[in-house]
């Protein structure tokens, strides 16, 4: 896995894999793109995301819509790293089964998602699911 960050000028980077997908960021002084942090969270939500639809899908769940809210504090002195982490998964569908989407949630936190366990080194981790009828 490789990545390339190029500077754009003022606070702005591009980085690009090696597949060429490229994602814009920069600092609360930049005009392109979300924070490197704020690309910290945004990679918890996909990785925690993409495993429990990945779960749910293989249990046979049907869902109309599902999200991931992701907050975070840092910690007052540098490195400023994650201190406490907030994730919420919401979903939206007839008669979703409570233990299974509780047990999708349980297999990423516990197991599956990488970014995840890479934030919990530093952070506490809490976590919550909602379920709500289809729109």
Known sequence: MQITAKWLGNMDFEAENTRGHKVAMSNME???GPTPME???MGLGGCTGLDVISI??????????FEVQVSGERAEDHPKVF???????KIWGDNIPE??????VELTQEKYCSV?????????IQYRYEINPAE
């Open 30 to 32: 930049g005009t392109i």
């Open 56 to 65: 749910l899908n293989k249990m046979r769940i049907d869902y109309r819509r």
């Open 39 to 41: 690309l910290v969270l």
């Open 99 to 104: 233990e299974k989407l509780a047990r999708a």
């Open 116 to 124: 995840l366990h890479m934030v919990n080194k530093t952070a506490q």
């Open 83 to 89: 201190s406490q982490v907030s994730v919420v998964y």
